[in-house]
Structures are given as C-alpha cells and as structure tokens.
C-alpha cells in the first residue's frame, strides 16, 4: 500500500514533507484549548444525540421508500430489498460542526420513488412524528428541500432520486457513474455529498485538516467574511481553500498550517484557480462545468475554487472586487498576527479577536428592513439579504468608489421604539482621492430598491406591512442604530498617512442617475452652481477641509444625508418615486481617511477615476427620466403577460 510520503495530493507535489517540532505540538494543543472558549466543540453527550437522531431519520427513510414501492405494486419481497439510504454533508461530514449546528442531509432512492412522493407522503409521515417541529418544505428551490427541527436538531433535507432499482448502504456517492440519467436537481442534490466525500479522500491528514478547518471558520466569522450569500466565501469554500494548503504541507502541525494558510493566500495570483485535483478533459455525461476555456461567463469569475467532484463548479462565483480586496487584506492580517503567534509573543485569542467594522470607515450605508408581524419578516429578510450582493455591485460600478465592504452581522432594533421585527445591515464605503466633488448614489441605491420590491412582487411575496429603507450615515451617527459596544468592537484600527496626490481621471463622462452628465473635464464647479445645488436640495452635504481633518471625523449637521433614502414601500413602489436627488461633497481628506487601514480594491471603478480638481453634477428633470422608465418596465410587464398569455393559449389548444 502507497504510503503518505509516496502519495502525491493535489495537482502539484507538496512545498514541505517536513516532521512537525515539539513547539509545533505544544502551540497546536493551545489552539486547541483556545477555541474551546468559543464552543466550537459539541460535547460527547451532544455528538450521541445527533447520530440518534440520524438513526432515526435512516429508519423513517428507509420505511418510508419500502412503503412507496408496496404502493407502486411492487411485489413484498422485492420491496423489502430496494434499500435507500441518508447521506449527510457539509459541517457535520467534515467533522467541523460547531455546537448548535444543523445537520446537511441527502436521502438516496431507488427510481420507483420520484421527487412528488418526497414533498407528498414523506412530508406527511413527518408530520406525524412527534419529535418533528418547524416542518417546511422548499420545493422551488434552486436546490429544492424540506427543513424541520428533529429532536431539537435542525435539519436539512434534499433528495436525489438515482437510476437504480436498488440503493445498498454500501453505495459511494463519489462514484460517477451514479449521476447517469439523473435531472438537475438530483445532480444539484448529489453534488454537495460528493464534494464534501471528495475532500476528506483528498486530504492527507484528516485530523490536521479538521482542526485548521475549525480554527479557520473560527476566524472568519469573527472578522466577518464567511459569508456566500453577501459575496464572500462559505463553509465549502473555506474547506477547499484549507484541504490545498493540507496537500502542500501534508506532515505539518494545525499551528503551522495556519500560517501557511495565511502566507498562501495573501500571495496568491488570483483569479487563477484553487484545484483540489485534475479536472477531467472528457466529459462524458455533458453536464456544465467550470471551464473558461469554453463558457465566456466563466472568465470573469475573481476568485475561482473549484469543487472537486464531478460536475466541477466555482463555489465562489458570488465574490465581487471589494469583497476579494477584503479577503485579501484580511488573509495578510492573518499572516502578521499568526507569524507573531509562533514567536510565542501573543496568544490565540489574538487571531480569534472581532473585526473592527465600525471603527473602520468615514461612510456606511444601512439597509434597514422591516415588518410588522414575525413570518412576513422572515420572508422579506431572506430575500433583501440575498440581494444585497447586488447593492455592492452597483457601487463598486460608481467611479469615485474605491470599497463598497458589507459585514454579514446583521442587527435587530435598537429600542422598542423602532419595532419588534427590525433587520439591519451595513456596507462601509471608501471614497477615492477626490477634492469637493458631488458623488450622486441615487441611482446606485434606488436601482436596488426597485429590484428587491419587483422580485417580491413576480414571486407574490411582497405583503403592505413589508418596508424597506436605504440610507447613508456617518460613522458618528452608528450609535442611533446599533449599541456602543457594538460599535467600538475589535480593536482601534491604525492611523494610516494618506497620500494627498489626487488619482488622474478619465476622459469618459459618467451620467448621474437625473440623466445630467458628470463633467469630468478637471474644472471647479462654480460658486452659483454649488449654491444651485444647495438651494434646490436642502440635504446636500458640503464637507470642508477643515471639517474632515476634525479628530478624524467629519463634522456634520444633524440629518445630513449623502445619498438618496430609500424609503419605498409597497404603496410607493406602485405609485413610483418622488424623484428626489440628494448629492454630498466630499473633500480629499475626507475620502481617503477610512478611520484606519483598509484594503486596496483592484479593478474597483474601472470606468475611471476621479478628477484631479472639483467635479460638478448639473442636473436636469430626474422626473421626467423616471417618469420614462416607469412607462418602460410596466411596457415590459404587459409584454411579458401578453406572451404569457398567447403561450397559455397554445398549450390549451394542443390539449383540446
């Protein structure tokens, strides 16, 4: 048999075969104990619970698929052998699951039991088990599930409903061949069984592995960046990234993989692809995979890693240029802080320390989201956040914005006073190095805003009591949403010199969201024209110099505003928006202090910097412009219910 010195991992041999030291051992073992002050471990007591509770399940499932194929007329004895069989994935498959945690499950059929017995005479026999709570079925979903609360475990269950006329406990899911004749959904289903089988086969150390994965996920939640949904990475993308530096230092100790962790990924050449394995050049089954080569689309992706069972994906399709800048910058604190940590001049909990989000940034935008009753609350939370990836697209498209950063935390109400059902999220933003320019984000903001009530609106979700409200806020003005400890969380960021030198500009003309055009040609905007701007909108900010050099902190009126409130509910939305345009100036000092350290973006603003002198915004009828595109989309909603409509016809007249 092929020992582990023998045996290659990876794509490439490893950097170092070396034998971990004592010292290595001894800060492992404190790593260890570090993190078991955050209850990322589940009692032994807990972990029998949980596989009970599997036990059962298996049992149900398995009775579940003999019961179905009695009812098909399927002969006793041939039902009593079709078997059938629960995978479980993700956290809990890698042996990283924290206290707490829900369990990732997969039920395997036979062909007899299609996916409508599952959401059917499954969800029924649930129904009448009297540990089951909190039964829910998604079965529209992307990858359709059924999510209940078992025993007081939280599980999620897919299907996958295989080719075989038998599933034997025996059955690899990492097998190829099981995928043949099988639709999207069962494929899509499969798929995370397989990926997470995948990277324990992968790994040279298994043991090593989970402790670096635990440690890892650890810190990225405190920093906040483990998030898939908000553009950063998930829990499958942090296995993958840790399972590489595993394969390239497979005899090394978990302490030190975590440096190596950090010093990887802090210098490596994205988007140049993390690859657990070889991808297969013959695709023989013809489903999509990850492939740049032949799917344009693929290109564009910023942070490829990719899975490495078959179909190959990106699991990090959703990573944007500030959310990649972010990592990145975090990935080379990481390194600082572990490398000091090995000098045994600082302890664990050093690298375990929350992120300083709100001490970081001059600027923020807060989506507030709210309802007035718990279920129509849950619904709307879930689609704004799902969403809010494409508000920090739009601003990262802003030419005179450097960072858009989102932290995943979200908040609940400060006080009674602002309801029970109150969501909020935050996005810092970084200016560029501009001087006393206008910086319009109406339609940054308003475009998402309009995006989040149509998309409830198509799926019937959205209800009157849903309300949705987008504004900006100064660093000084956190404390009317979120608590002071909140607020001065993680420790203060370091003072940073800035450059006074402006970025050049561009030729390009950027048109700001009334239809006026961005004079970008270098020219002071004139005395009348800022007074212009003043009087038509008392909530145009001006920010001084002086003002900006304040302690570090802008001075600003109390309800000063930089960008457009988005305070549009249902009624709103159907009658259409007032139109309102609210512009900020922001001096040089202003924009390029962000209270502290903060990532370069590369590639942000890529439609061109901003001027080197003042940048005006004249501005014509942001009515009229709204007004217009109104009358466009409800022309696009009555041509799509017309086509609707002719495609119902037809079907009716081939049936009769």
């Known amino acids: 048999m092929m020992s582990l010195q023998e045996r290659t991992f990876g794509i490439t041999s490893p950097i170092s075969l070396g034998q971990p030291k004592a010292i290595d051992l001894e800060l492992s073992k404190k790593l260890e104990d570090a993190m078991k002050l955050y209850s990322v471990f589940e009692s032994e007591e807990n972990l029998n619970h949980r596989m009970d509770v599997l036990g059962k399940i298996n049992i149900l499932v398995k009775a579940w698929i003999t019961g179905v194929a009695l009812h098909k007329n399927m002969p006793e004895k041939a039902a009593a052998n079709v078997g059938g069989k629960v995978c479980t994935f993700g956290s809990y498959r890698l042996g990283v699951h924290t206290k707490g945690a829900d369990i990732d499950t997969l039920c395997i059929a036979p062909r007899h039991v299609e996916r409508s017995d599952f959401f059917t005479s499954f969800y029924d026999l649930l129904k009448e088990q009297p540990e089951v709570k909190e039964l829910r079925a998604v079965e529209e979903a992307y990858v359709p599930v059924i999510k209940m609360t078992f025993d007081g475990i939280e599980l999620d269950m897919l299907f996958a409903r295989l080719a075989y006329a038998q599933c034997p406990e025996s ?35 298994v043991e090593n592995f989970r402790m670096s994965l635990r440690a890892i996920k650890l810190w990225a939640k405190k920093r906040g960046i483990y998030s898939n949904a908000l553009g950063f990475l998930g829990g499958v993308s942090w296995a993958m990234l840790v399972a590489r530096v595993c394969q390239l230092y497979p005899n090394t100790a978990p302490a030190v993989l975590l440096q190596k962790f950090f010093l990887v990924y802090s210098k490596w050449d994205w988007p140049q692809p993390i690859l657990l394995k070889q991808m ?8 999509p995979v990850w492939d740049p080569r032949i799917n344009p689309s693929d290109r564009f992706h910023l942070m490829p890693i990719i899975t490495p069972a078959y179909p190959q994906q990106n699991s990090t399709f959703n990573v944007t240029t500030s959310t990649r800048a972010i990592m990145i910058e975090e990935f080379k604190e990481g390194l600082d802080v572990t490398t000091v940590i090995l000098e045994q001049l600082e302890s664990w909990d050093r690298l375990f320390e929350p992120s300083n989000f709100f001490q970081r940034y001059r600027h923020y935008i807060v989506i507030i989201a709210k309802a007035d009753n718990q279920e129509h609350h849950l619904e709307w939370v879930g689609l704004v956040e799902s969403k809010i990836r494409l508000l920090v697209q739009n601003l990262e498209r802003n030419p005179f914005i450097e960072l858009a950063h989102v932290t995943p935390e979200s908040f609940g109400p400060l006080n009674e006073t602002e309801g029970k059902h109150v969501t909020k999220w935050f996005v810092g933003l970084v200016f560029k190095k501009i001087e006393n320019a206008n910086v319009d984000l109406t339609f940054d903001i308003q475009s998402f805003s309009d995006t989040i009530y149509r998309q409830a609106a198509m799926i019937k979700m959205l209800k009157e009591d849903m309300y949705l409200e987008v504004k900006h806020v100064k660093r000084k003005q956190l404390v009317d949403y979120i608590p002071h400890n909140i607020i001065n969380r993680g420790r203060p960021p370091k003072k940073k010199t800035h450059s006074t030198t402006n970025t050049p500009t561009t030729n390009k003309e950027r048109r700001s969201s009334n239809g006026s055009e961005l004079n970008t040609s270098g020219m002071k905007m004139s005395q009348s024209d800022s007074e212009l701007t003043r009087h038509a909108n008392p909530n145009v900010v001006h920010l001084s110099m002086e003002e900006a050099n304040d302690s570090g902190v802008a001075s600003l009126q109390s309800g000063d505003v930089l960008s457009q409130n988005s305070e549009l509910g249902p009624e709103s939305f159907d009658k259409g928006a007032n139109g309102e345009v609210l512009t900020s100036q922001i001096s040089n000092e202003d924009s390029n202090d962000s209270g502290g350290k903060r990532p370069h973006s590369p590639g942000a603003g890529d439609m ?10 004249r501005r014509r009828s942001f009515g009229i412009i709204y007004v217009v595109t109104t009358f466009l989309f409800d022309m696009l909603q009555i041509i799509q219910c017309k086509t609707m409509l002719a495609m119902l016809h037809t079907q009716g007249c081939n049936q009769d």
């Open 608 to 617: 061109g910097s901003p001027p080197k002198k003042a940048t005006g915004i």
């Open 171 to 205: 059955l690899d899911v990492r097998d190829e061949s099981i995928l043949k004749n099988l639709d999207q959904k069962c494929v899509r289903s499969l798929n995370g069984s397989r990926v997470t089988d995948e990277i324990l086969h992968l790994v040279p150390n």
């Open 280 to 287: 297969s050049t013959d695709n023989k089954l013809g489903f």
